[in-house]
């Protein structure tokens, strides 16, 4: 198999009463090979703020960036100012895209909203997995509603890669979208970065594509970090993991988990399916019962479920309890001696205790946070 896949889950017992159960689904590519057969919708800002060392560093990496992507790719190139233009549609000849790009400019205001819109609309005409790779530096001059980001209806195997440039962009509406999507958001604060950054969205090597992850439970299932269940996922080009939470019923005996990976194999294009369980039985006593609890799987999930609370508080404006949300961050990681959770709270910390504007870092944290759940 060119991919595999753990299913970790708390509590190996069930008690007298209903208890949550949480889980960490991991799963590595093995095999890799050559990432083709993906569409890359590529948006990028051209407005009047984009002026300058901006829109050339942008093209420049966007060009970076088409001449990583592997040939058997398609690519659509979107600018927006105050109008969309769709430069190229589902174009495989890379060397007529980057020669367009050298010509583009920038000049207007910020069509976010119908870029966006116009990208879905070509991502659902084609019918090909992919990604939407973003990048912008202003607010929306079109709709500035948060809702119109919550109501798009973004095709599920497509992935958002989305890059805010500054300050003056709205962090807010690029959480969303790469939430919904099961992608990232990232801030670039010196437009220099993204000459590198920009490249870096380019997916080389697969070990897996089509990917649908179906979790079964007796009861409701939460998922913490991704949209679903079912989760699905145009590709697996490095590990993803996956936490959720399910109730598990009173004196409960059998499978609290199913889950069934498809996919398909990119050496042969063959369907393949992976099944993992997470059995509970009846504990006899309390000891019996505590005796069975895993708190590595309690301690992680609770630390990344507290990171998701943060990234709403510093939503809010309210640093007072992202504070205090970063302490218990703080005493989860150094309980679990983790390096990973230890070096993550301190770059969050400092990112709050570095500035007192709230927007710079409302940006800082909404980035890093979808990054550390979905990296």
Same mark, same amino acid.
């Given at each position: 198999?060119?991919?595999?896949?753990?299913?970790?889950?708390?509590?190996?017992?069930?008690?007298?009463?209903?208890?949550?159960?949480?889980?960490?689904?991991?799963?590595?590519?093995?095999?890799?090979?050559?990432?083709?057969?993906?569409?890359?919708?590529? /948006?990028?800002?051209?407005?009047?703020?984009?002026? &300058?060392?901006?829109?050339?560093?942008?093209?420049?990496?966007?060009?970076?960036?088409?001449?990583?992507?592997?040939?058997?790719?398609?690519?659509?190139?979107?600018?927006?100012?105050?109008?969309?233009?769709?430069?190229?549609?589902?174009?495989?000849?890379?060397?007529?895209?980057?020669?367009?790009?050298?010509?583009?400019?920038?000049?207007?205001?910020?069509?976010?909203?119908?870029?966006?819109?116009?990208?879905?609309?070509?991502?659902?005409?084609?019918?090909?997995?992919?990604?939407?790779?973003?990048?912008?530096?202003?607010?929306?001059?079109?709709?500035?509603?948060?809702?119109?980001?919550?109501?798009?209806?973004?095709?599920?195997?497509?992935?958002?890669?989305?890059?805010?440039?500054?300050?003056?962009?709205e962090e807010r509406f690029l959480k969303i979208i790469?939430?919904?999507?099961? &992608?990232?958001?990232?801030?670039?604060?010196?437009?220099?970065?993204?000459?590198?950054?920009?490249?870096?969205?380019? #997916?080389?090597?697969? &070990?897996?594509?089509?990917?649908?992850?179906?979790?079964?439970?007796?009861?409701?299932?939460?998922? /913490?970090?991704?949209?679903?269940?079912? #989760?699905?996922?145009?590709?697996?080009?490095?590990? #993803?993991?996956?936490?959720?939470?399910?109730?598990?019923?009173?004196?409960?005996?059998?499978?609290?988990?199913?889950?069934?990976?498809?996919?398909?194999?990119?050496?042969?294009?063959?369907?393949?399916?992976?099944?993992?369980?997470?059995?509970?039985?009846?504990?006899?006593?309390?000891?019996?019962f505590l005796s069975g609890i895993n708190n590595e799987i309690n301690n992680e999930?609770?630390?990344?479920?507290?990171?998701?609370?943060?990234?709403?508080?510093?939503?809010?404006?309210?640093?007072?309890?992202?504070?205090?949300?970063?302490?218990?961050?703080?005493?989860?990681?150094?309980?679990?001696?983790? #390096?990973?959770?230890?070096?993550?709270?301190?770059?969050?910390?400092?990112?709050?205790?570095?500035?007192?504007?709230?927007?710079?870092?409302?940006?800082?944290?909404?980035?890093?946070?979808?990054?550390?759940?979905?990296?």
């Open positions: 198999m060119t991919i595999s896949a753990r299913l970790e889950f708390s509590h190996k017992y069930s008690f007298n009463s209903p208890i949550r159960g949480t889980f960490k689904l991991t799963v590595v590519p093995e095999m890799l090979s050559v990432a083709s057969g993906f569409h890359y919708i590529i /948006l990028l800002d051209t407005s009047g703020s984009m002026r &300058g060392e901006k829109i050339e560093t942008a093209k420049r990496g966007a060009i970076e960036l088409l001449n990583r992507i592997p040939q058997g790719n398609k690519v659509t190139l979107i600018t927006f100012s105050s109008y969309v233009n769709t430069l190229f549609e589902f174009e495989e000849r890379k060397d007529l895209v980057i020669e367009n790009i050298q010509r583009i400019y920038a000049k207007g205001y910020t069509a976010f909203h119908t870029a966006l819109t116009t990208a879905v609309q070509i991502a659902k005409k084609y019918n090909v997995p992919g990604y939407f790779i973003l990048l912008t530096d202003g607010r929306p001059t079109d709709r500035k509603d948060i809702q119109a980001y919550e109501m798009l209806d973004f095709p599920r195997e497509f992935k958002v890669i989305a890059y805010g440039i500054g300050y003056d962009y790469a939430d919904k999507t099961g &992608g990232i958001f990232i801030h670039i604060q010196d437009p220099k970065e993204i000459i590198n950054s920009l490249p870096q969205a380019a #997916v080389t090597k697969i &070990g897996a594509k089509d990917v649908v992850i179906d979790i079964d439970a007796p009861s409701s299932i939460r998922l /913490l970090n991704y949209p679903g269940p079912p #989760v699905i996922l145009n590709a697996i080009d490095k590990t #993803v993991t996956i936490y959720g939470e399910t109730t598990i019923p009173a004196r409960f005996n059998g499978n609290a988990l199913v889950v069934t990976i498809s996919y398909v194999n990119p050496l042969d294009n063959l369907k393949k399916n992976i099944t993992l369980q997470a059995q509970v039985y009846p504990a006899t006593d309390t000891q019996m999930y609770q630390y990344y479920e507290l990171m998701n609370k943060l990234a709403d508080q510093v939503n809010s404006e309210n640093l007072i309890e992202a504070t205090k949300t970063l302490n218990q961050m703080q005493q989860i990681a150094q309980q679990t001696k983790r #390096v990973d959770l230890i070096e993550t709270t301190r770059k969050l910390q400092q990112s709050i205790g570095s500035t007192r504007n709230v927007e710079q870092t409302r940006k800082t944290i909404m980035s890093e946070v979808t990054k550390k759940m979905r990296s």
